[in-house]
């Protein structure tokens, strides 16, 4: 499916956006919040966030009928128990809010999971606390409304349900292996995809494999012809040798990606993480081949937390993250990143960019033209301002040792945030290198933001600095776009790599943009710098 083809209204679609006129008040409840929420100055213009209360993990990202869907857990004030929230996009950058979808009941609260999109409904897989994993099915052409299926957790908590002793089966629904020794036996925010005339489940999970018994991540494999009754068979992931001791494997999204395959997840001790590798469909099982991170810090405070994810249909998958907070911001706390396209750029290497329409967001554009960028001295940008920006710049290291960016400055230097590049200051990667010719050149760059300058504000809570590898070839320039945007500070460099923080200058003049190259001269070969509008549809419901 072409992802890309101008949209129409899908058949039906217009009668049920008359039909939405029974959410009416709730929907305009949602706009009246956004519009009260909107003088928080930390609150973000063109980053979602949920248009009342907090918002957790996004869920379930899926493209149905014409039209982009993201879910997340949103908490109403009438019922704060987590619901699958609802927002709708043409584009993947503009989003219109809908009726909460999914709701608790039988299960205590709607936790997160995924969906996988068929071509006459979308199913929706999610964790029922204090039940287990749950299905939904929807049809309709909005995703309004959602049908549990069996009325209960279709693969219960605790699971797999098996008696050791006597290999019968304890409660309904589930059949399959006995769970591999030492395995926690509960399951959470599961993953769904269909392989052949089986519907296949990974959900997280620990086995204590690793050092001196210390648990590592088992992504548990389950397997129903129906949806409704549910096979468990093993241990999904082979070869992982990227996670780190004590990491479990939440929020998973399985897809292809080119001709392989990609494991997103999110580890509840160190944040958000990916495995690449191959599916052996004959064995059921994910080989792992290379792993890397989306999370370079801390998850919390002010760091990239869980994905979302879902194939571009070009090859490629959407993946968005929620950001954790580092302030208090009474109404709400977390957002969500920028949607990314996620690319294969060579066996074990992925492509990063932004996705969506984002350029439809820019307007002022300020353009600064090429200059030398002299050694140790900073260069403050003239007219370049402003906390809701899109920058892109073009930098030629020279023979700098670093070059820098700073975004959200303040005259005096008081307050900035920091994005710092070392050329071939990273980790040598032998399969890059080939042997001892090319030994040094094979070396990573870093890509750093650092927010230890931020804020002069007392309660704004603390964040090391995010330290990123980046490949670049020897004689490529370095390529940045960098989306600041309120509260959030998101940087692409040359389509390989991102690093995304939450800052809160405490001071209205903490707008400036400067450059500096450290021990040498390097050269700005160009710099854009566009302001951006809000991404909120505000047509009426």
């Given amino acids: 499916m072409d992802h890309d083809q101008p949209l129409q209204t899908p058949p039906g679609q217009t009668a049920q956006e008359a039909g939405l006129r029974q959410h009416s008040a709730l929907l305009r409840r949602f706009a009246e919040s956004r519009q009260r929420l909107a003088a928080d100055p930390y609150r973000p213009l063109y980053h979602f966030v949920s248009p009342e209360s907090g918002l957790n993990d996004p869920n379930g990202l899926c493209f149905w009928r014409g039209c982009w869907h993201l879910f997340y857990q949103g908490y109403p ?31 205590e609260a709607s936790w997160s999971g995924s969906t996988l999109v068929e071509a006459e409904r979308v199913i929706a897989m999610y964790h029922g606390h204090q039940l287990g994993n749950m299905v939904a099915v929807s049809s309709d052409p909005l995703l309004l409304d959602w049908e549990k299926l069996a009325g209960r957790a279709v693969i219960p908590n605790p699971c797999p349900i098996w008696t050791r002793t006597t290999g019968r ?104 993480h990916y495995l690449l590798g191959d599916y052996d469909t004959g064995r059921d099982t994910f080989v792992a081949t290379r792993g890397g991170r989306f999370t370079f810090g801390a998850w919390y405070p002010g760091g990239v937390h869980a994905p979302t994810a879902t194939p571009d249909g070009k090859g490629g998958v959407i993946v968005l993250f929620n950001i954790n907070p580092a302030k208090p911001t009474p109404g709400w706390n977390q957002i969500l990143s920028l949607p990314r396209r996620l690319t294969l750029a060579g066996k074990d290497e992925l492509g990063m960019q932004p996705a969506g329409d984002i350029e439809s967001l820019r307007c002022d554009h300020r353009r600064v033209e090429a200059r030398v960028l002299p050694a140790n001295r900073e260069v403050v940008l003239d007219g370049v301002l402003g906390n809701a920006v899109e920058i892109a710049a073009e930098i030629d290291l020279g023979k700098a040792q670093m070059v820098e960016l700073n975004v959200l400055r303040s005259p005096g230097r008081e307050e900035f945030t920091r994005i710092a590049f070392y050329r071939d200051r990273g980790y040598v990667d032998w399969d890059r290198s080939d042997g001892w010719a090319r030994f040094h050149a094979s070396r990573d760059s870093l890509i750093v933001v650092d927010t230890s300058y931020s804020s002069e504000l007392p309660d704004v809570e603390s964040r090391a600095p995010e330290i990123a590898p980046v490949y670049l070839a020897p004689g490529e320039t370095l390529k940045l776009r960098v989306f600041v945007d309120k509260s959030v500070v998101e940087v692409f460099a040359n389509d390989r790599q991102c690093l995304a923080v939450r800052v809160y200058p405490g001071r209205e003049d903490s707008l400036g943009v400067s450059l500096r190259a450290q021990g040498a001269d390097g050269a700005l070969r160009s710099l854009d710098v566009w302001q951006m509008r809000t991404i909120y549809d505000e047509r009426p419901a």
């Fill in 77 to 107: 004030p009438e019922n704060p128990r987590p619901h699958w929230g609802h927002a709708i996009s043409d584009d993947l950058i503009h989003w219109r809010d809908l009726p909460y979808a999914i709701k608790p009941g039988p299960e």
């Fill in 169 to 272: 089966e304890t409660m309904p629904g589930v059949r399959g292996n006995p769970p591999p020794a030492g395995a926690i036996n509960f399951v959470y925010d599961p993953c769904i995809w269909k392989q052949g005339e089986f519907y296949y489940s990974t959900s997280g999970g620990t086995l204590p494999h690793g050092p001196s018994g210390r648990r590592l991540r088992a992504q548990f494999l389950f397997r129903s012809p129906d949806l409704v009754s549910w096979e468990y068979l093993h241990p999904f992931v082979e070869g992982d040798l990227y996670g780190m001791p004590g990491d479990d494997g939440g929020c998973p999204y399985f897809w292809p990606l080119g001709d392989r395959h990609i494991l997103l997840h999110y580890s509840h001790m160190s944040g958000g």
